[in-house]
């Protein structure tokens, strides 16, 4: 097949996903067109059958704002047209499926029919599509749709619910390569980060308030009571001052290491002993996710899809929002009960190597793409 994919080009887990979507299909010998406004940061270098279209923004000025969803649509018009795709694959609602229906609606003209296929992701449907302004919008897009995907559960049926939606909507879980994502000692890495011998907290993240950065600071604040330990802080974001702030306040500022971006994360996640997820809105936990596969426990809270991940007394531990005390509770728990520990690593490993394995999961889009054009 000839694959179209729009999505985001940034460190969220939606960019991630459809770009090693993208790179596993070419894999495969599908020829993949990425279409966004910048390359992909995971297409870091060449890979056969994989090309990147870059949707360029003119500036006029009459526009005081840029026309991306237009200028979107021509750029997947002009990729369709030239390239003969068989299909647009496009993640994340807003605007991406609306430019997918905007240029299936202009091909019809020319008695061209292309199908579109439109996978949400979470705060596209859990916090922007819920927007007034934007609610019609993305039902009308949803809806419009050849086929959709969720990435778990939780997120079809708060789909089908907030919308009002009755569509038939596939689950397909969000994947990792595992050979990538798998235990391996790090021990210069560690040694840098925890000179002495402390325990490793980390956490991944676009620091965006949702996500609840500032919990874990916290959590690292009473764990420390009981024992030594570090918190590594990977990604960047909004709600970075208000980190930094709050660990400096709490006088533990030099056991709270910000790394900011990293590409480099199999060495950042073996040096760990615990992730933390205290997110207050999760659709799935890709992030989590790639630790459980490098046999790192989670300690997570118990929103969207994170309990159809992280399996609570197994692969780590769920408390409610905002729970700080148990979270530490939970961590201190683990952190002190090697047995315990060393169970819930191997049962984590296992988890994702048993269901969310590339080779597992990218099949399941190759049926649903076939399905979708043969309908």
């Known amino acids: ?199 490793v907290l980390v956490h991944t993240s676009n620091f965006r308030i949702v996500k609840r950065v500032t919990d874990t600071i916290r959590v690292l604040e009473k764990v420390k009571k009981e024992v030594p330990a570090k918190l590594v802080l990977v990604g960047d974001g909004p709600d970075r001052s208000e980190c930094e702030r709050l660990a400096r306040e709490l006088d533990i500022h030099k056991d709270v290491v910000f790394l900011g971006k990293q590409d480099g994360l199999t060495e950042i996640l073996n040096a760990a002993d615990i992730f933390l997820m205290p997110s207050q809105s999760e659709s799935f936990g890709l992030s989590a996710l790639e630790a459980m596969a490098c046999g790192v426990p989670v300690v997570s809270s118990s929103v969207g899809g994170l309990p159809e991940l992280n399996i609570h007394n197994e692969t780590g531990y769920i408390a409610e929002i905002g729970d700080i005390d148990r979270m530490a509770k939970y961590v201190i728990e683990l952190l002190t009960n090697e047995k315990r520990y060393k169970s819930f690593s191997k049962n984590s490993r296992e988890r994702a190597v048993k269901n969310f394995d590339k080779n597992l999961i990218v099949p399941k889009y190759v049926a649903y793409y076939e399905k979708i054009l043969k309908s």
């Open 1 to 199: 097949m000839k694959i179209g994919i729009t999505c985001y080009p940034t460190y969220g887990g939606s960019g991630v996903v459809a770009t090693e979507l993208g790179l596993a299909l070419a894999a495969l010998g599908h020829q993949v067109h990425f279409i966004s406004y910048a390359i992909p940061h995971r297409l870091n270098k060449f890979f056969e059958n994989v090309f990147f279209h870059e949707v360029e923004l003119s500036t006029y000025p009459l526009f005081e704002h840029s026309l991306y969803d237009l200028a979107l649509t021509s750029k997947m018009l002009e990729v369709i047209d030239f390239e003969e795709l068989d299909l647009m694959h496009v993640h994340y609602a807003i605007p991406h499926a609306v430019s997918a229906y905007l240029a299936r609606q202009v091909l019809r003209r020319t008695n061209k029919n292309l199908k579109f296929i439109t996978t949400l992701h979470g705060t596209d449907i859990t916090l922007v599509g819920l927007e007034p302004s934007f609610m019609p919008l993305v039902k009308f897009s949803i809806e419009e749709s050849d086929g959709v995907t969720t990435v778990s559960r939780f997120l079809k049926e708060k789909t089908l619910t907030n919308y009002n939606i009755e569509k038939d909507i596939e689950v397909i879980y969000n994947f990792i390569d595992i050979e990538k994502f798998k235990p391996n000692q790090s021990d210069l890495f560690r040694k840098h980060i925890a000179p002495n011998g402390e325990k």
